[in-house]
């Protein structure tokens, strides 16, 4: 059992609160990933966890055992860092081989235990070399290894992918996938990358000045955002956001802007009259219309070429505003634009709490 639970988890620096009154309940097995921009204590959070930071406050339990008090290697725990951490005059072998060596594992063990390992993760042909001789994405690779070896109860990332080009990021991030659907070993995984978190979590736990914003699986914090700031933090393209002021009509809202009013029936959102609102659309949900209601329209600013399609900005209501199109069928620069949506597809929040307006 490798339950994590963090309960009322504070970090101080100082006078400075990084971590305020934190609290995560972790299930065996499960992959979390801490989410969120630079400075908002993911990182800091995951070496709490791991020993590498003091506690400043309430307690941090693995397995049903409090830990705030244990060093490092008494935790159960391995850690992968952003910069591998490799020793550039051992060779690979032995990099993988140090920690075991550290716990007096017999030699016929650690050898067993490597060649299992290096099998797991491909480093058979490169374990006589030393850490020089291989590339970004081996090298991270061969920092998972020394961590698998130890048979830990549970794995901590910090970014650990950063340092890699595009296309390597994308390979090591199928491979850790795969790997923790092997091994099932309770991991926490420290990122500011939307995709990486998107695609490897059970759950992710989106952060924000120390605190947590959302916590839920990917479909759910993609699809029904607490927060202006979840909103705006996941997807890609963003999220267009519009001021709007609801006012109530018959069987249903207005909602007034700048440069148009939106009607949606009633049912799907707590408003109240003349509330003050952003409202929220994702540019793969606005549709091209010539006709109709519920219309943005406006003149191409800039067309991105994204592949299968295109990204169209314009602008309406004094904001720029982003639409995913086919890119067969995508206007130029100039050209007049509209698009309609769908009520199914709104998102509305209070504009001065930042609340999803979303009924439950």
């Given at each position: 059992?490798?339950?994590?639970?963090?309960?009322?988890?504070?970090?101080?620096?100082?006078?400075?609160?990084?971590?305020?009154?934190?609290?995560?309940?972790?299930?065996?097995?499960?992959?979390?990933?801490?989410?969120?921009?630079?400075?908002?204590?993911?990182?800091?959070?995951?070496?709490?966890?791991?020993?590498?930071?003091?506690?400043?406050?309430?307690?941090?339990?693995?397995?049903?055992?409090?830990?705030?008090?244990?060093?490092?290697?008494?935790?159960?725990?391995?850690?992968?860092?952003?910069?591998?951490?490799?020793?550039?005059?051992?060779?690979?072998?032995?990099?993988?081989?140090?920690?075991?060596?550290?716990?007096?594992?017999?030699?016929?063990?650690?050898?067993?235990?490597?060649?299992?390992?290096?099998?797991?993760?491909?480093?058979?042909?490169?374990?006589?070399?030393?850490?020089?001789?291989?590339?970004?994405?081996?090298?991270?690779?061969?920092?998972?290894?020394?961590?698998?070896?130890?048979?830990?109860?549970?794995?901590?990332?910090?970014?650990?992918?950063?340092?890699?080009?595009?296309?390597?990021?994308?390979?090591?991030?199928?491979?850790?996938?795969?790997?923790?659907?092997?091994?099932?070993?309770?991991?926490?995984?420290?990122?500011?990358?939307?995709?990486?978190?998107?695609?490897?979590?059970?759950?992710?736990?989106?952060?924000?000045?120390?605190?947590?914003?959302?916590?839920?699986?990917?479909?759910?914090?993609?699809?029904?955002?607490?927060?202006?700031?979840?909103?705006?933090?996941?997807?890609?393209?963003?999220?267009?956001?519009?001021?709007?002021?609801?006012?109530?009509?018959?069987?249903?809202?207005?909602?007034?802007?700048?440069?148009?009013?939106?009607?949606?029936?009633?049912?799907?959102?707590?408003?109240?009259?003349?509330?003050?609102?952003?409202?929220?659309?994702?540019?793969?949900?606005?549709?091209?219309?010539?006709?109709?209601?519920?219309?943005?329209?406006?003149?191409?600013?800039?067309?991105?070429?994204?592949?299968?399609?295109?990204?169209?900005?314009?602008?309406?209501?004094d904001k720029e505003i982003g639409a995913l199109v086919k890119a067969s069928a995508c206007p130029k620069p100039g050209d007049a634009v509209s698009f309609t949506f769908g009520p199914e597809s709104l998102h509305l929040f209070d504009r001065e709490s930042g609340l999803s307006l979303r009924k439950p």
């Open positions: 059992m490798a339950n994590i639970v963090c309960s009322n988890v504070d970090k101080q620096y100082g006078a400075v609160d990084v971590i305020k009154g934190f609290n995560l309940d972790v299930d065996d097995h499960e992959f979390i990933v801490f989410l969120g921009p630079s400075g908002c204590g993911k990182s800091t959070l995951l070496r709490m966890i791991a020993g590498l930071e003091d506690i400043s406050g309430g307690s941090v339990s693995i397995g049903g055992r409090t830990v705030n008090d244990l060093p490092p290697r008494d935790r159960g725990v391995a850690m992968v860092f952003q910069n591998y951490a490799l020793y550039p005059h051992m060779t690979i072998y032995d990099n993988i081989a140090f920690g075991l060596k550290r716990m007096k594992v017999p030699k016929a063990e650690i050898d067993t235990r490597i060649r299992a390992v290096a099998a797991t993760l491909g480093l058979d042909p490169y374990l006589t070399r030393k850490p020089t001789e291989l590339s970004g994405g081996q090298q991270q690779r061969v920092a998972i290894a020394r961590a698998m070896i130890k048979t830990p109860r549970v794995f901590l990332f910090d970014e650990p992918l950063s340092n890699l080009d595009a296309k390597l990021r994308n390979h090591m991030r199928v491979e850790i996938a795969r790997l923790h659907q092997k091994l099932k070993t309770t991991t926490i995984y420290v990122t500011h990358d939307q995709l990486e978190a998107m695609t490897l979590a059970d759950r992710i736990v989106l952060m924000k000045g120390g605190a947590i914003e959302q916590v839920g699986t990917p479909a759910e914090i993609y699809e029904r955002p607490r927060t202006l700031f979840v909103a705006g933090f996941i997807g890609t393209p963003n999220m267009n956001f519009i001021d709007v002021t609801a006012e109530k009509t018959e069987g249903g809202w207005l909602l007034r802007t700048a440069g148009g009013n939106f009607s949606i029936p009633e049912g799907k959102f707590a408003l109240h009259h003349l509330q003050k609102l952003v409202l929220g659309i994702r540019p793969a949900d606005l549709q091209p219309a010539a006709t109709g209601t519920n219309r943005l329209s406006g003149t191409a600013d800039l067309v991105e070429f994204h592949g299968n399609d295109a990204l169209v900005t314009f602008l309406f209501a």
